[in-house]
């Protein structure tokens, strides 16, 4: 079973962006991410973790799912300006990441995961 992984900021530069040692967006993960920006005391954010948990074991093996704690890894959040939470970050494998904001429906999330990422759905 997937899990979603929490990422802190040692982490994150491992497996999406390493930006001490790069100034343009070079993505450093094997396959595409999504990064739930959240809080714990933040509503919506509750709304969206059990979507991230099914989109995790619907995707297995196709993408990642991440989350990092806005109220931890200040750095991270600020260096993508999240205002408002939760923010999501598509993170295809070329290109560069394209945020959602706010709490979204699961065919939403599929939406963007086919647009964005390029990974389509895993039939049933």
Same mark, same amino acid.
């Given at each position: ?6 990422l802190?900021?040692e ?8 930006f001490?040692?790069? #100034? ?7 396959k595409p991410?999504?990064?739930?920006f959240y ?7 509750k ?5 991230l948990?099914?989109?995790?074991d ?22 993508f300006?999240i205002?408002?939470?939760?923010s999501?970050?598509?993170?295809? #494998?070329?290109?560069?990441p394209q945020?959602?904001?706010g709490a ?6 599929k939406?963007?995961i086919?647009?964005?990422l390029?990974?389509?759905e895993?039939?049933?």
């Open positions: 079973m997937a899990k979603v992984e929490f802190s900021e982490t994150f530069k491992t497996k999406v962006f390493n001490e040692k790069n #100034k343009d967006w070079t993505f450093e993960g094997d991410c999504m990064i739930d809080a714990d005391w933040c509503q919506p954010c709304m969206v973790a059990p979507i948990e099914e989109l995790s619907e995707y297995n093996g196709k993408i990642d799912i991440y989350k990092i704690d806005t109220e931890v890894e200040r750095n991270l959040a600020g260096m300006g205002q408002s939470i939760p999501l970050l598509f993170v295809p #494998k070329e290109g560069q945020m959602a904001v979204l429906p699961k065919e939403t999330f939406k963007a086919a647009d964005v390029k990974v389509e895993p039939s049933a």
